[in-house]
C-alpha cells in the first residue's frame, strides 16, 4: 500500500467517524439511509483527495479535501435525505456515478476493461442523475488529465461515449420517475447552494434569481477553466451545473459540485493571506463544521405529524404525504407542502391531489409558472377536476396581475 493510499485511507476514517458520531443522537441512529450515505462520504474522499492535489501542494490538499467531505457530510439537507425512503434510489444513483469516477481516477489500468462502467450500470437503474456520468468525464479529462486544452476535446468525447451509451440503455431498460413542477435548473443552484450554508436550514424553492446565479455560475465555471489552480474550482462549478440539469431539484449530488467548488475557493483564498491571518483559518473551519452539525438536529422533524413535532415519517403510502403537505401548508411551510407532495408524487406520478397542493403552495410563493404547470399536469391526468381547474384560473390571472 502507497503512502498516499494510506492517508486516503486514514482521512476517510477520520471523516467517517466524525459523520456517524454527529448522526449518532437520538431519532438519527435508526435512520434507513445512514450507512449509504456513509458510504456515498467514503467514496467522496478519494475523490476530493485525488482533485485537490491537482491544485494544491503538500498537506494543505489533505485539510482541504478532508474539511469538504466533512462539511458536505454535515449539512441539513442531507440530514434530512437520511429519513426519505423515496431518497434511497437517488442516493445510490450518486454512490454508482462517484465510485465510477474514482474507479477512473484512481485505477488507469482497469479502463481498457471497461470496469468504470459497471458502477455507472448499476447507478443508472435507480435515478435518471447518472445520465451526468458521461459529462462529468468529460470534463474531469479535459481539465485535469488534458489541462484544458481545447485541442484535445474530440478524443476526450470520444472517450466519454461509453460512459454515456451505458447510462442511457440501463435508463431505458428501467424508466425514470416523474420531474417534479417548480424544479428547474436554476431553482436547482440555488437549492444546493443554500445547502451547504447551516444557518439557512434545508433549501426551499428559488425564486427568479436562481436563473440569473446559473449563468453567472456558468460564466466562472468556464473562466476558471483556463488556469491550472482555479481548474478544480471550475470542476466543482461544472458538476453542480451539470447535476442541476440532469437530476432537478435533487441537491445531494449537486451539492458534491458546490461543496469541492466552494471549499478549493476558500483555499485559494487563504493562501493569499498574511501568516497571522492564516491561523485563524482551522478555528473558523472547525466552528462552521460544529455549526453544521448542531443544524442537523431540527432536520429529524422535517415531516412533523400534527402537533406531535418528534416523530419522522417513514411511510411508503403516497397518501400519508399527501396528509403532511397539507399540515405543512397549514403551518405556512409552503416549502415543505412542495417536498411532501413531491414525495408522494414519486411514490404515485399520477396523484391529482399532489399536483393540486404543489399549485397552491407554489402561488404563495408567487411562482406563477410552476403553479400553473403543476395545475396543468393534475388536469393531464383529470381533465375535470374543478380543483385543478380553480387553481389554474387563479393562477392565470394572478400572473397576468402581476404581469401589469
Not at 440532469?246 to 493562501?271: D, N, Y
Request: charged share 15%; glycine share 10%.
Amino acid at each position: 500500500m502507497s503512502a498516499a493510499q494510506r492517508q486516503t485511507g486514514i482521512l476517510t476514517a477520520v471523516i467517517l467517524v466524525c459523520v456517524w458520531l454527529a448522526y449518532s443522537g437520538p431519532g438519527y441512529v435508526d435512520a434507513p439511509n445512514l450507512f449509504s450515505y456513509l458510504a456515498l462520504l467514503a467514496l467522496m474522499a478519494p475523490l476530493f483527495l485525488a482533485t485537490f492535489r491537482l491544485a494544491m501542494p503538500g498537506s494543505s490538499a489533505r485539510y482541504a479535501a478532508g474539511f469538504a467531505v466533512a462539511w458536505y457530510g454535515l449539512n441539513p439537507t442531507n440530514a434530512s435525505t437520511l429519513f426519505d425512503l423515496t431518497r434511497r434510489p437517488m442516493i445510490w444513483s450518486t454512490i454508482g456515478m462517484v465510485g465510477a469516477l474514482v474507479l477512473y481516477q484512481w485505477r488507469p489500468g482497469w479502463r481498457k476493461y471497461g470496469l468504470y462502467l459497471v458502477p455507472v450500470a448499476a447507478a443508472a437503474c435507480f435515478d435518471r442523475a447518472a445520465l451526468a456520468f458521461a459529462p462529468l468525464l468529460f470534463v474531469y479529462v479535459l481539465l485535469c488529465e488534458k489541462g484544458g486544452e481545447w485541442r484535445a476535446i474530440p478524443g476526450v468525447f470520444l472517450r466519454c461515449m461509453p460512459g454515456l451509451l451505458v447510462s442511457l440503455i440501463a435508463l431505458l431498460a428501467v424508466g425514470a420517475g416523474p420531474v417534479i413542477p417548480g424544479e428547474t435548473p436554476p431553482a436547482g443552484v440555488a437549492r444546493a447552494l443554500i445547502a451547504l450554508l447551516p444557518a439557512f436550514g434545508p433549501a426551499g424553492p428559488a425564486g427568479s434569481g436562481g436563473g440569473l446565479l446559473f449563468l453567472i455560475l456558468l460564466g466562472v465555471a468556464v473562466a476558471s477553466a483556463a488556469w491550472r489552480e482555479t481548474r478544480g474550482v471550475s470542476l466543482g462549478l461544472w458538476w453542480l451545473l451539470i447535476l442541476v440539469v440532469a437530476a432537478p431539484g435533487e441537491p445531494l449530488p449537486a451539492g458534491i459540485g458546490a461543496a469541492m467548488a466552494a471549499t478549493l475557493a476558500l483555499a485559494k483564498l487563504v493562501e493569499h493571506l498574511p501568516e497571522l491571518g492564516r491561523r485563524w483559518v482551522p478555528a473558523g473551519c472547525a466552528c462552521l463544521l460544529i455549526v453544521s452539525g448542531l443544524a442537523c438536529g431540527p432536520s429529524i422533524d422535517v415531516f412533523p405529524l400534527g402537533a406531535n413535532r418528534t416523530r419522522v415519517l417513514r411511510s411508503r403510502d403516497p397518501i400519508d404525504w399527501i396528509r403532511v403537505s397539507a399540515i405543512q401548508y397549514n403551518a405556512g411551510d409552503y416549502a415543505g407542502t412542495i417536498a411532501a407532495a413531491s414525495t408522494a408524487l414519486r411514490l404515485k406520478p399520477d396523484s391529482v391531489a399532489a399536483y393540486n397542493n404543489m399549485c397552491v403552495a407554489f402561488a404563495k410563493l408567487n411562482m406563477w409558472d410552476q403553479a400553473i404547470h403543476a395545475s396543468q399536469l393534475a388536469l393531464k391526468l383529470k381533465p375535470d377536476d374543478p380543483v385543478a381547474k380553480e387553481n389554474l384560473a387563479e393562477a392565470q390571472e394572478r400572473k397576468r396581475r402581476g404581469a401589469k
